[in-house]
């Protein structure tokens, strides 16, 4: 009796070979686009529609003032966020540009998926790599904020599915065509982020022995490749461009010169190949064991699983004909983590620098969810051949790549969406609306650095401010671009430097007292803190508390504690809950100053008492204003920082030393006992908790020894 035909699974090569000439081409270009779409409209949903943390508010100042972002300047994210900021008529600076975003990053997922399915012909395969990235928590965040990442996801993207559409090219002109335009997105992908140059090093030598192996490579072939790479690079003519014509109220460096542009295209001010200067980073080994784990949580076991089995189906005697695109991929991903470990120099351990370096793991995190699109459809094609029903193992693979996607989607959407975040907005305005008429501001580090300079530049908020920044009065370039734009301030030299004076080079330096002496006319505030290598505004100021900032007093005035309590109780109008942010996140780093800046006053004034050279009496009083402060600051916030447990504690001990008549010594007693148990239960490794324990237990002798007294006295009077 005759068997039934088996129905035939769909040939991998078959499908890539009516896929056409162009990445849109074809059935799988269709459901690339209408993947990429589907990706869209759920980054959309989740978008910030304000000013996100980290270097956005930068790269969008710098965009929208045509002048030049950090290091390596980032050209084409600049022009391109600058052309969407022009033409698009809805929403914030900020909002264009996070929506420019979330579409690089949903095209981006749609070319992981061709690059599976040209290779793979698996369309469950392609949703798979596509779907376990794009909704991952990391690529989530990082695609839906103005940041540089979802444009070189894209670029990862690219490279990848061009890589494949090579391998699959028939003919030696459509290999020529390929090889020309990849070389040329290769030069453009390096105008934005410079990590993808490892994957580069990796494609061109392969493409190039590809074609030498099918005697295609001459030496005018090659010439046209160099030329297209360079042609990709055009844009960075930009960055000389716009410091020419210097009218950007905010740029970095000055590219005027080949030097200076080399200086900034090298990242020198960096440190060339680091990820910031002067930090001691975690081991290779432990940036290693980090990544892997961030692997594992962010695209789960299964995933990784899928993509050893793409490799490993490469040794085995049945392998397929894609098996070098698969090692090159494979190597693309062990050259970048090896590399990037070697010289991430950030201590990761430390939440705020595992949420900078955890981002450039997205690069090889595109390749792990190719790799496992491969695999899943490597077990598939497998399957088919040893059983016979291809309709069963067609509903498994593609319940198994829906099952990963969707178990994404719903671990992640919420975590990941911003729709209603403006914290570090919030940040910004409330800090500038805080600041009298006129004032000069010191910026320091990017939290206030970019927050502040956005909503100053970019939405026009309190013209009347200059923002000065510290770390940038220190290049020589910053000055000489720059002071133009800060009307009103006089600088008394070309360079900020601790040594006054002319430096080796003649360049005519001066420091923080002699800016303090000269502007005089203006009240100046620093956000947040001064630089540690120039303390010689001690000669003649002092820092008094200002919020999150300070304001340099002279030190001719004196210090009156009840008016500068009244003066910045309500700086700020800031209600988000204390914690309610990732440790890692920027928005985290902002709530805590904000929070911070509540008690700030308070330890000042009790600061003062401990180490003021003062009468007992002005003691006494700094001591009770401070008390008094804290105990109005910890009983309006019930959950709060838990250092303030540990400040409240300490001032109540103090007042208990004074013998205030208008104070209960019990209620002293019971508020330190307290507070210090509550630090010590939620603050295990401070170095000072046994001590503080030994307190406790004498501290609750003498409330014993109170009350008795009290309850004696009672019953002597009864």
Same mark, same amino acid.
């Given at each position: 009796?005759?068997?039934?035909?088996?129905?035939?699974?769909?040939?991998?090569?078959?499908?890539?070979?009516?896929?056409?000439?162009?990445?849109?081409?074809?059935?799988?270009?269709?459901?690339?686009?209408?993947?990429?779409?589907?990706?869209?409209?759920?980054?959309?949903?989740?978008?910030?529609?304000?000013?996100? +943390?980290?270097?956005?508010?930068?790269?969008?100042?710098?965009?929208?003032?045509?002048?030049?972002?950090?290091?390596?300047?980032?050209?084409?994210?600049?022009?391109?966020?600058?052309?969407?900021?022009?033409?698009?008529?809805?929403?914030?600076?900020?909002?264009?540009?996070?929506?420019?975003?979330?579409?690089?990053?949903?095209?981006?997922?749609?070319?992981?998926?061709?690059?599976?399915?040209?290779?793979?012909?698996?369309?469950?395969?392609?949703?798979?790599?596509?779907?376990?990235?794009?909704?991952?928590?990391?690529?989530?965040?990082?695609?839906?904020?103005?940041?540089?990442?979802?444009?070189?996801?894209?670029?990862?993207?690219?490279?990848?599915?061009?890589?494949?559409?090579?391998?699959?090219?028939?003919?030696?002109?459509?290999?020529?065509?390929?090889? *020309?335009?990849?070389?040329?997105?290769?030069?453009?992908?390096?105008?934005?982020?410079?990590?993808?140059?490892?994957?580069?090093?990796? %494609?061109?030598?392969?493409?190039?022995?590809?074609?030498?192996?099918?005697?295609?490579?001459?030496?005018?072939?090659?010439?046209?490749?160099?030329?297209?790479?360079?042609?990709?690079?055009?844009?960075?003519?930009?960055?000389?461009?716009?410091?020419?014509?210097?009218?950007?109220?905010?740029?970095?460096?000055?590219?005027?010169?080949?030097?200076?542009?080399?200086? $900034?295209?090298?990242?020198?001010?960096?440190?060339?190949?680091?990820?910031?200067?002067?930090?001691?980073?975690?081991?290779?080994?432990?940036?290693?064991?980090?990544?892997?784990?961030?692997?594992?949580?962010?695209?789960?076991?299964?995933?990784?699983?899928?993509?050893?089995?793409?490799?490993?189906?490469?040794?085995?005697?049945?392998?397929?004909? *894609?098996?070098?695109?698969?090692?090159?991929?494979?190597?693309?991903?062990?050259?970048?983590?090896?590399?990037?470990?070697?010289?991430?120099?950030?201590?990761?351990?430390?939440?705020?620098?595992?949420?900078?370096?955890?981002?450039?793991?997205?690069?090889?995190?595109?390749?792990?969810?190719?790799?496992?699109?491969?695999?899943?459809?490597?077990?598939?094609?497998?399957?088919?051949?040893?059983?016979?029903?291809?309709?069963?193992?067609?509903?498994?693979?593609?319940?198994?790549?829906?099952?990963?996607?969707?178990?994404?989607?719903?671990?992640?959407?919420?975590?990941?969406?911003?729709?209603?975040?403006?914290?570090?907005?919030?940040?910004?305005?409330?800090?500038?609306?805080?600041?009298?008429?006129?004032?000069?501001?010191?910026?320091?580090?990017?939290?206030?650095?970019?927050?502040?300079?956005?909503?100053?530049?970019?939405?026009?908020?309190?013209?009347?401010?200059?923002?000065?920044?510290?770390?940038?009065?220190?290049?020589?370039?910053?000055?000489?671009?720059?002071?133009?734009?800060?009307?009103?301030?006089?600088?008394?030299?070309?360079?900020?430097?601790?040594?006054?004076?002319?430096?080796?080079?003649?360049?005519?330096?001066?420091?923080?007292?002699?800016?303090?002496?000269?502007?005089?006319?203006?009240?100046?505030?620093?956000?947040?803190?001064? $630089?540690? +290598?120039?303390?010689?505004?001690?000669?003649?100021?002092?820092?008094?508390?200002?919020?999150?900032?300070?304001?340099?007093?002279?030190?001719?005035?004196?210090?009156?504690?009840?008016?500068?309590?009244?003066?910045?109780?309500?700086?700020?109008?800031?209600?988000?809950?204390?914690?309610?942010?990732?440790?890692?996140?920027?928005?985290?780093?902002?709530?805590?100053?904000?929070?911070?800046?509540?008690?700030?006053?308070?330890?000042?004034?009790?600061?003062?008492?401990?180490?003021?050279?003062?009468?007992?009496?002005?003691?006494?009083?700094?001591?009770?204003?401070?008390?008094?402060?804290?105990?109005?600051?910890?009983?309006?916030?019930?959950? $709060?920082?838990?250092?303030?447990?540990?400040?409240?504690? %300490?001032?109540?001990?103090?007042?208990?030393?004074?013998?205030?008549?208008?104070?209960?010594?019990?209620?002293?007693?019971?508020?330190?006992? *307290? $507070?210090?148990?509550?630090?010590?239960?939620?603050?295990?490794?401070?170095?000072?908790?046994?001590?503080?324990?030994?307190?406790?237990?004498?501290?609750?002798?003498?409330?014993?020894?109170?009350? *008795?007294?009290?309850?004696?006295?009672?019953?002597?009077?009864?």
């Amino acid at each position: 009796m005759a068997r039934p035909a088996r129905r035939a699974r769909p040939n991998p090569e078959g499908a890539a070979a009516h896929m056409g000439a162009g990445v849109g081409g074809g059935a799988g270009g269709a459901a690339a686009g209408a993947l990429g779409a589907a990706v869209a409209a759920l980054y959309m949903a989740t978008l910030p529609p304000a000013l996100p +943390g980290g270097d956005a508010g930068e790269l969008i100042t710098a965009a929208y003032e045509l002048g030049v972002a950090h290091p390596p300047g980032y050209p084409l994210f600049t022009l391109l966020a600058k052309l969407v900021m022009g033409l698009l008529p809805v929403g914030s600076p900020a909002f264009r540009v996070n929506l420019l975003c979330s579409l690089l990053g949903a095209a981006a997922a749609s070319l992981l998926f061709y690059t599976v399915f040209r290779l793979s012909g698996s369309y469950a395969g392609g949703i798979l790599a596509a779907g376990v990235f794009s909704f991952s928590r990391l690529t989530w965040q990082w695609s839906i904020t103005a940041e540089v990442f979802s444009l070189n996801n894209l670029f990862v993207g690219l490279l990848m599915a061009l890589t494949a559409h090579f391998e699959e090219a028939s003919t030696a002109r459509e290999r020529s065509k390929i090889s *020309k335009f990849g070389a040329f997105c290769c030069g453009l992908s390096l105008c934005n982020q410079h990590t993808i140059v490892l994957y580069i090093a990796c %494609i061109v030598p392969w493409v190039l022995s590809q074609l030498f192996r099918k005697m295609e490579l001459s030496l005018g072939h090659l010439l046209k490749l160099s030329l297209c790479f360079l042609a990709g690079l055009l844009p960075y003519l930009y960055l000389p461009a716009s410091s020419y014509l210097s009218r950007a109220r905010w740029t970095w460096g000055d590219q005027t010169t080949f030097q200076g542009f080399l200086t $900034h295209f090298l990242r020198e001010e960096y440190g060339t190949f680091n990820l910031a200067k002067s930090e001691t980073g975690s081991s290779m080994r432990e940036m290693l064991a980090f990544q892997l784990e961030q692997m594992k949580s962010e695209l789960s076991l299964p995933v990784l699983a899928l993509a050893l089995v793409a490799c490993v189906n490469t040794v085995l005697p049945t392998k397929q004909q *894609k098996s070098p695109v698969i090692w090159l991929f494979a190597g693309m991903l062990c050259l970048y983590s090896l590399f990037f470990s070697w010289r991430a120099n950030l201590d990761i351990t430390k939440p705020l620098f595992l949420g900078v370096v955890e981002r450039f793991w997205l690069q090889s995190s595109a390749v792990v969810a190719v790799l496992a699109g491969l695999g899943l459809a490597t077990l598939a094609s497998v399957g088919s051949t040893m059983l016979e029903s291809s309709c069963v193992l067609l509903w498994l693979e593609w319940l198994s790549a829906l099952t990963l996607v969707t178990s994404q989607i719903w671990a992640n959407y919420s975590t990941c969406d911003q729709s209603n975040s403006y914290t570090i907005d919030k940040f910004a305005r409330n800090v500038l609306s805080s600041m009298p008429t006129g004032a000069v501001i010191l910026l320091r580090g990017d939290l206030p650095g970019n927050a502040l300079r956005y909503i100053h530049y970019c939405e026009g908020m309190r013209p009347d401010i200059t923002l000065v920044d510290q770390e940038m009065m220190t290049y020589e370039w910053y000055l000489p671009k720059l002071a133009k734009h800060l009307p009103g301030i006089y600088f008394p030299g070309n360079r900020w430097n601790p040594v006054e004076g002319v430096l080796p080079d003649g360049t005519l330096a001066f420091n923080l007292h002699r800016f303090l002496e000269v502007n005089k006319h203006k009240e100046v505030f620093v956000c947040i803190g001064l $630089h540690e +290598g120039d303390s010689t505004w001690r000669r003649s100021y002092s820092l008094w508390p200002w919020g999150t900032c300070e304001k340099l007093v002279p030190s001719s005035i004196v210090f009156d504690p009840g008016e500068w309590i009244h003066l910045t109780r309500n700086l700020y109008n800031w209600t988000e809950d204390y914690g309610s942010f990732k440790p890692s996140s920027w928005e985290a780093v902002a709530n805590e100053e904000m929070w911070q800046a509540r008690m700030k006053t308070a330890f000042f004034i009790f600061e003062l008492a401990e180490t003021a050279s003062v009468t007992a009496e002005i003691k006494s009083q700094l001591y009770t204003f401070a008390y008094t402060s804290y105990k109005e600051i910890v009983n309006s916030h019930p959950n $709060h920082p838990v250092n303030w447990h540990k400040n409240y504690a %300490i001032a109540c001990e103090r007042m208990l030393r004074l013998h205030q008549v208008d104070v209960d010594p019990e209620v002293l007693l019971s508020e330190t006992v *307290k $507070h210090f148990l509550l630090y010590t239960e939620k603050v295990e490794d401070d170095p000072q908790q046994q001590d503080i324990l030994q307190a406790v237990k004498h501290l609750k002798k003498e409330l014993q020894g109170l009350r *008795k007294m009290k309850e004696d006295v009672r019953r002597g009077a009864a």
